[in-house]
């Protein structure tokens, strides 16, 4: 997969930089770059790009209020020497936050980032099939559902335990991954855990017990969820 994207800053040199660092990543495409929001603002209301790199603080537009009035937005990296906007580019659900002067591997986990974010994305489970496929370390990884023992959140990752193997590591939130999978199989009952119900073999003190014996707490937030389950059985 290569994103395509483009570049908004009124800094030449910063443009440039960026041109520079995207022509190291073989899935990056730049597109084009603007030195100003108008024109980008103009380019992309017709464009179909995949990530948009933009500094915050323009003198015509700044980059927040070109994103916000976005109908389709792309990915969105910002690029700011102001750490004081952090805090309202992640408000827009930007991908990522890069502080100048820009290093390239920081640079590269960016686009890295924004890449398992569109591929994940797209995965999708259609009902009657028995595995889905995540991304991680740079390639698909297919995941039977019967073989999965339990799935750790870890901020903006998660880990996915399969049995007698090497836990799965990709880029996407509990909230997201649990809307994957098929309901009557899997239950979040932790801000930290998602259980699938089949190997589940008692619910003592808002604590479950697993086959594999291992135990998992289950939060407030989601016991009700449980107790459904439990009334159903």
């Not at 589940?200 to 459904?228: C, E, H, Q, W």
Request: with cysteine; proline share 4%; hydrophobic share 45%.
């Amino acid at each position: 997969m290569v994103l395509k994207c483009i570049a908004i800053d009124d800094e030449l040199p910063a443009l440039e930089l960026i041109k520079n660092y995207a022509a190291r990543i073989p899935s990056l495409q730049l597109l084009h770059t603007f030195n100003d929001a108008v024109s980008a603002g103009e380019y992309l209301r017709n464009a179909n790009i995949d990530l948009l790199f933009v500094d915050i603080n323009m003198p015509d537009i700044n980059g927040i209020d070109l994103v916000s009035s976005l109908q389709n937005k792309p990915k969105i990296i910002f690029t700011t020497a102001y750490k004081k906007f952090a805090y309202n580019g992640f408000e827009l659900d930007a991908v990522d936050y890069l502080l100048k002067p820009i290093d390239f591997e920081r640079f590269k986990r960016g686009v890295d980032k924004a890449m398992s974010l569109l591929q994940n994305k797209h995965f999708t489970k259609a009902p009657g099939q028995d595995n889905l496929f995540v991304r991680s370390e740079y390639k698909m990884v297919k995941i039977e559902l019967n073989e999965i023992e339990f799935i750790e959140g870890l901020e903006d990752y998660i880990k996915i335990h399969i049995n007698n193997n090497k836990p799965v590591l990709t880029l996407m939130t509990m909230k997201a991954f649990i809307e994957k999978l098929p309901a009557d199989k899997f239950l979040r009952i932790h801000r930290s855990y998602i259980v699938p119900l089949n190997k589940i073999v008692s619910v003592i003190n808002r604590k479950v017990l697993m086959g594999s014996g291992k135990t998992f707490p289950v939060s407030d937030t989601y016991a009700a969820l449980l107790n459904d389950w439990i009334n159903k059985k």
